[in-house]
């Protein structure tokens, strides 16, 4: 049975060396972001990555982006919600269960790693960006995106303040309003697009289009994916979410 889905960066040659981008599927288990919990450490050997390589944040739906210059960095799990660096040695990570995975890779200036973008994160490919630029020089044009599996409109409804917030912020066409649901007086009436509002919330800070790869999947319709909607809570799936050489 598939234990994980791979993702190749767009608008690259066909023989250039980037980052491999995955995401652990359901069937591989809840991947817990706590360095060396068993099925954590079992997952990664699987794929010949050594665990103690893995670099992750103690995620709280921010946010916030860290660098990770060495395997040490992140070793007491410090608050954040994406992990940039640009050590091939390293392996970022985040976990996702209907929250969007974005990976992230600038061939020039050498810079990889992944994001944890739920609603309440939306706009961190930005602090991203910035960061990067800061820390190596990157130019939002030269870098590559994908953002992976997430729950998508045909299943993540809202109700209207958090409609409101997103139009407001990202767009009137992240969020449509069910014109049945709304009949039905549902408190959640309209479907929201997070790969809409990723989408124009990338081309806005200076990603290109051609840069820029939507996976496409919908995690809360697809079994393969760990989905905290579709499992409850308590009972879902943590993914990983990581890109890296290995």
């Known amino acids: 049975?598939?234990?994980?889905?791979?993702?190749?960066?767009?608008?690259?040659?066909?023989?250039?060396?980037?980052?491999?981008?995955?995401?652990?599927?359901?069937?591989?288990?809840?991947?817990?972001?706590?360095?060396?919990?068993?099925?954590?450490?079992?997952?990664?050997?699987?794929?010949?990555?050594?665990?103690?390589?893995?670099?992750?944040?103690?995620?709280?739906?921010?946010?916030?982006?860290?660098?990770?210059?060495?395997?040490?960095?992140?070793?007491?799990?410090?608050?954040?919600?994406?992990?940039?660096?640009?050590?091939?040695?390293?392996?970022?990570?985040?976990?996702?269960?209907?929250?969007?995975?974005?990976?992230?890779?600038d061939p020039v200036s050498g810079f990889f790693g992944v994001l944890h973008s739920g609603w309440k994160g939306t706009g961190i490919i930005g602090e991203a960006l910035a960061l990067a630029s800061v820390q190596w020089g990157s130019k939002p044009s030269d870098v590559r995106a994908i953002l992976g599996p997430h729950i998508r409109s045909c299943c993540y409804t809202v109700d209207q303040e958090r409609a409101d917030w997103f139009r407001t912020s990202f767009g009137e066409t992240v969020c449509v309003l069910d014109e049945q649901r709304a009949r039905d007086k549902s408190p959640w009436p309209w479907r929201l697009s997070l790969a809409e509002a990723n989408r124009l919330h990338s081309l806005e800070r200076g990603i290109l289009p051609e840069h820029l790869l939507d996976a496409g999947s919908c995690t809360s319709c697809n079994e393969r994916y760990g989905s905290s909607r579709r499992q409850g809570a308590g009972n879902f799936v943590q993914m990983a979410a990581f890109a890296g050489f290995f």
């Open 1 to 105: 049975m598939e234990a994980v889905e791979f993702f190749s960066f767009p608008g690259l040659n066909a023989d250039a060396e980037a980052p491999k981008c995955a995401i652990s599927l359901a069937p591989s288990g809840s991947q817990k972001a706590v360095r060396d919990t068993d099925n954590r450490s079992l997952f990664f050997s699987s794929l010949g990555i050594d665990p103690s390589r893995v670099s992750s944040a103690s995620q709280t739906h921010s946010r916030i982006v860290l660098v990770s210059r060495d395997a040490s960095d992140l070793s007491h799990f410090p608050e954040g919600d994406g992990v940039l660096t640009r050590n091939p040695s390293l392996v970022p990570c985040v976990t996702v269960a209907d929250c969007m995975p974005v990976y992230l890779y």
